[in-house]
């Protein structure tokens, strides 16, 4: 670990070129605190998710998705949402129905007509949304924490992340499919009970968690000593969440881009002849969210599901969780969502596959299960299904 000036601490920097999750920018101050600075020099965050069990029994209820934005939550969990807030609210959701409208000017540049700012609007501000800015804890500890309790207890999952990472390390931030995926998981979580699972770019392990506190044994998998360092606390500090189902979660490096396991004894985080044997032998399950954001990387995850795939002993299924990024671009002079496209034909690929030892069938899962994380379930959020048939 490298050594952190106070100086340092007090004032981490965020580049221009870096990209953040909308997960961390509406993440409210109070559960997130900045802890250490990583190896390589970037601030390390802890924030806590908490699991909202009590909306269960609102499953099937259309209001559950529309009540648990992280906002309406504010308002809900300070008791707050008397007559006046749930006017506020509603004036708010129809002005974000009307929505913005994107126009090109004379130069073809993209002119954004935002909504104007309404009185009601900022007074709504103030009451709900906190600053973004890091409350700076503690150095070196990562377990300090205001309310100890909350540590430990069953509805809490805490992750370790970075914040606004260039786009090498985006796997250091919690992803919105992330939630989507670990919301599908626990509410179908009989489903997913004592299964050997494979999660490819698991990023920060927050899906592997919730994962494991169902499943009997999760295989964290991403690429990079420093992320799977990270990902690998975030599994300890966890640990007591996937005790209760008597789960595990193993973090190793898989690679999409190398064709083999990585088995060499002297690396870090590689696979033991006997995990590789489990996996090929028990895992049924296979896992991925947000990993579809560069067409090259998605061809090789691709390659990656179809090799393993052939390698298991039994059927698998697999989920993939995404969010469709929308960019204008001048090459189209439109909106477009290539990676998105690109991802859409290739899963188109797998299905039509002539194969003669596995059939893959790809279907969509309607988004509308309930939310166990506070986070915005944005209409770019998608989950797709594929179940990998052995047919000898
Ligand atoms: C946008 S992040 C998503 C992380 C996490 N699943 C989430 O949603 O919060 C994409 C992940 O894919 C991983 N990744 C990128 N290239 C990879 C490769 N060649 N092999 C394995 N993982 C890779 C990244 O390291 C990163 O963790």
Redo the contacts with the bound molecule.
Sequence with gaps: MVDVTEEEMDNPTFKSDTVL?D?HLHCPNKRRLMVRLNAVGQPVFLSYFKLLWNTEGLASEKCVRESTTEREYQYRSGDELGDKGRKKLRKEKELNSEGVEALLDDDGDLEVVRRPRSASDVEAEDLLRDRVHPVILMKGREDAFEDEQECTCSDIVKIEHTMATPLE??????????FL?ADYILFKRDTFRCCSVL??????G??SIIMGMVAKRVYC????ED?LAMCEQNVVLNKHLMELGRGEVKVKK????KEEFCTDPEALYSWSEEEIADLHEHCTVIM????F??DG?TD??FR?LYRITHNLRNSCTVYL?LEKRLNFTLRHMDVTCEAYSHFRNTLNDLENLQDRKIKYTVEPIKADFCQFLIYERIEQLELWKIIAEQLT
Excluded: C, M, P
């Design positions: 999750s997960v390390d985006v796997g250091k931030q919690v992803w919105r499919a992330a995926l999660e490819l770019g698991g990023g920060t927050i899906t998998t991403d690429v990079g992320l898989l690679d999409w881009l991925a969210a947000d990993v954001y560069d990387l090789a995850l990656t969780a």
